[in-house]
């Protein structure tokens, strides 16, 4: 009942965020690319397939950061968990020329990655629908999990760290992007919205190493995110289009992260861990 009502409030948060192809179309014309030959990085570079908290930006510096444990070599297959409309997927790929299985609860952000995969002709990619605590792979399955600004909407984090260990191979790597609790009274208007479930840095890494994964590296990137939503805001308050809604839904939200970026010691980091 609980886990129904979470996935309908995530459909609807997720739908308003979601751009049609259509309106990724016109943003690529505007920006002078031809359709004929978009490629996935004029979509990731333009922040217009990364969903996280701190788009195509905060992908590559979690790459960085993951590239100094173990990355990925062409021969591996990564999952990314809650791969959203897939620019992250696409963009490891471009990088480390791995290949990537993108799953995403929602059929419409799996509808959009696939079309946004054949707009660019993204090579070694593919996704589907599935929920990351009841994943349909046979065990070690993965080189890595790659899994970013996901397990925030998820409740059962046991069985979501149960699920990325087992498909996992021994000595595989998990590499996450999270915020992390308690959130504050700030964070309300986003909660609002959505399922946000954020343990403490000492309890997540204690549901990580409940199962048989090793914490290897955390990182933190507050200052990454907090540069990213004030440029978002900046954008939403001069913006000429008549988007009112999105001011009044999104403003209140925005405000809500730089509270707690910015005064009330809400972090955010990437979280490496090996599976033994
Ligand atoms: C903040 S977005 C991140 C998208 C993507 N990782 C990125 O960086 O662009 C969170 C994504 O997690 C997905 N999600 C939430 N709960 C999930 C679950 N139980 N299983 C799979 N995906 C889930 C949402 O549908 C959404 O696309």
């Known amino acids: 009942m609980e886990k129904a009502l979470d996935t309908a409030k995530l459909a609807e948060f997720y739908g308003d965020l979601s751009p049609t192809l259509e309106t990724v179309k016109e943003a690529l014309v505007v920006a002078g690319i031809d359709l004929a030959h978009a490629r996935p990085n004029d979509l990731y570079e333009r922040d217009i397939d990364c969903h996280n908290l701190g788009m195509f930006r905060m992908v590559q510096f979690v790459a960085d950061v993951a590239a100094d444990h173990a990355m990925p070599n062409r021969d591996d297959v990564v999952l990314d968990v809650g791969c959203g409309l897939g620019g992250p997927s696409r963009y490891l790929v471009d990088r480390f020329g791995c290949s990537v299985v993108g799953i995403d609860l929602l059929a419409l952000r799996i509808q959009i990655a696939e079309q946004l995969a054949a ?103 507050t200052s990454l995110a907090l540069n990213y939503f004030l440029g978002v805001r900046d954008l939403l308050l001069s913006a000429s289009e008549p988007i009112e809604s999105h001011r009044k839904t999104g403003v209140p939200i925005l405000d809500g992260y730089l509270e707690t970026f910015a005064h009330l010691d809400g972090r955010t980091g990437v979280l490496i861990a090996r599976r033994k």
């Open 119 to 221: 707009l660019t002709s993204a090579p070694r990619v593919s996704y589907r629908v599935a929920d990351a605590t009841a994943l349909d792979f046979d065990d070690g399955t993965f080189s890595h999990v790659w899994m970013l600004d996901v397990s925030i909407h998820i409740r059962d984090k046991r069985a979501l760290f149960d699920e990325v260990a087992r498909v996992l191979r021994p000595g595989g790597i998990l590499v996450m992007h999270e915020q992390t609790g308690p959130l504050p009274a700030a964070m309300r208007p986003a909660r609002r919205r959505a399922p946000y479930i954020a343990p403490t840095l000492a309890q997540l890494i204690r549901h990580i190493e409940n199962v048989p994964l090793r914490l290897v590296a955390w990182r933190d990137t």
